[in-house]
């Protein structure tokens, strides 16, 4: 049995977040462009001072409204680790660890692993074909996972042999775009925040017969608009930026947190992408 400090759980997207997984920015930085918000912003590049500043006042924000925000040990090999999301996913009481798409990236799957074992966390780590902890979105016993670039059919079929219990959802995206969370987020048990234009038909067909949508335009899409990351209680992250996304949270009876990553985005990810949950509070989600 699990003891206390070793206890997992997380069974969708927006149950009040408890624990969560993060790792400072210090070594961020473009030096291989692996998606196209780093092809536009490989000029300028990363100020890392700025991203630590933004980074940091994100996690002290967390910290503010009750989120045991946990640093993960960063590695200068690796400068993308702050994106602890792709490396993992919490489903029920397991954790998977993912098989990176990417060789930059590869290798931090090794400091999750040290990680975990040094908290005596169980977790299972998936070597085979690869699959990213952002394209996949977890909804009671409905997990939706992105075929991307990042995420292959095989890897899908084995990770649904791992769960019997769940329905696991395929949904294709269009490869230019990084991750299944870059164009879909579900913010509560009835809505959902969507790109359309990154699905197909029938993958779109698939989440709006069961959520009502929030469709991001291709502006707000660009700087991350469906990239959120919902604490519970009717309450997201998001950035100051989107302001259409932002309205529309609102509208709906959100508290909108706003904090700056305007840095951290540049490299194709935002809140959801930083932020690795453990612990959500069960059965306590948006009323």
């Known amino acids: 049995?699990?003891?206390?400090?070793?206890?997992?759980?997380?069974?969708?997207?927006?149950?009040?977040?408890?624990?969560?997984?993060?790792?400072?920015?210090?070594?961020?930085?473009?030096?291989?462009?692996?998606?196209?918000?780093?092809?536009?912003?490989?000029?300028?590049?990363?100020?890392?001072?700025l991203a630590a500043e933004q980074h940091d006042t994100f996690v002290q924000s967390l910290r503010q409204h009750g989120v045991d925000a946990v640093l993960l040990p960063q590695n200068e090999d690796y400068p993308e680790q702050v994106f602890t999301r792709d490396v993992g996913f919490t489903i029920g009481e397991q954790l998977f660890v993912s098989h990176m798409g990417r060789g930059i990236r590869q290798g931090e799957d090794d400091i999750l692993i040290h990680w975990l074992e040094d908290q005596h966390y169980p977790y299972h780590n998936l070597t085979r074909n690869s699959i990213e902890g952002g394209d996949v979105i977890i909804d009671g016993d409905t997990v939706f996972v992105g075929v991307s670039g990042r995420t292959s059919e095989n890897a899908?079929?084995?990770?649904?042999?791992?769960?019997?219990?769940?329905?696991?959802?395929?949904?294709?995206?269009?490869?230019?775009?990084?991750?299944?969370?870059?164009?879909?987020?579900?913010?509560?048990?009835?809505?959902?925040?969507?790109?359309?234009?990154?699905?197909?038909?029938?993958?779109?067909?698939?989440?709006?017969?069961?959520?009502?949508?929030?469709?991001?335009?291709?502006?707000?899409?660009?700087?991350?608009?469906?990239?959120?990351?919902?604490?519970?209680?009717?309450?997201?992250?998001?950035?100051?930026?989107?302001?259409?996304?932002?309205?529309?949270?609102?509208?709906?009876?959100?508290?909108?947190?706003?904090?700056?990553?305007?840095?951290?985005?540049?490299?194709?990810?935002?809140?959801?992408?930083?932020?690795?949950p453990l612990l959500r509070a069960v059965g306590m989600g948006n009323p």
């Open 156 to 276: 899908i079929h084995n990770l649904t042999s791992l769960l019997p219990d769940h329905s696991v959802v395929f949904l294709p995206i269009d490869r230019s775009y990084l991750h299944l969370d870059c164009v879909f987020n579900l913010i509560s048990p009835e809505e959902a925040l969507v790109f359309p234009p990154a699905l197909d038909r029938e993958g779109f067909e698939k989440i709006s017969s069961r959520y009502d949508l929030i469709q991001v335009d291709e502006s707000e899409q660009f700087r991350l608009g469906t990239n959120v990351l919902s604490i519970g209680n009717k309450k997201a992250f998001s950035l100051p930026v989107n302001v259409k996304v932002n309205s529309e949270l609102r509208r709906r009876g959100y508290d909108v947190i706003e904090v700056d990553l305007s840095e951290i985005i540049k490299s194709g990810g935002s809140f959801r992408c930083c932020t690795l």
């Open 1 to 49: 049995m699990q003891t206390t400090a070793s206890r997992l759980f997380c069974m969708n997207e927006y149950d009040p977040l408890r624990k969560v997984l993060l790792c400072e920015p210090q070594h961020m930085r473009i030096s291989e462009v692996i998606n196209e918000t780093q092809r536009h912003y490989v000029d300028d590049n990363i100020d890392q001072d």
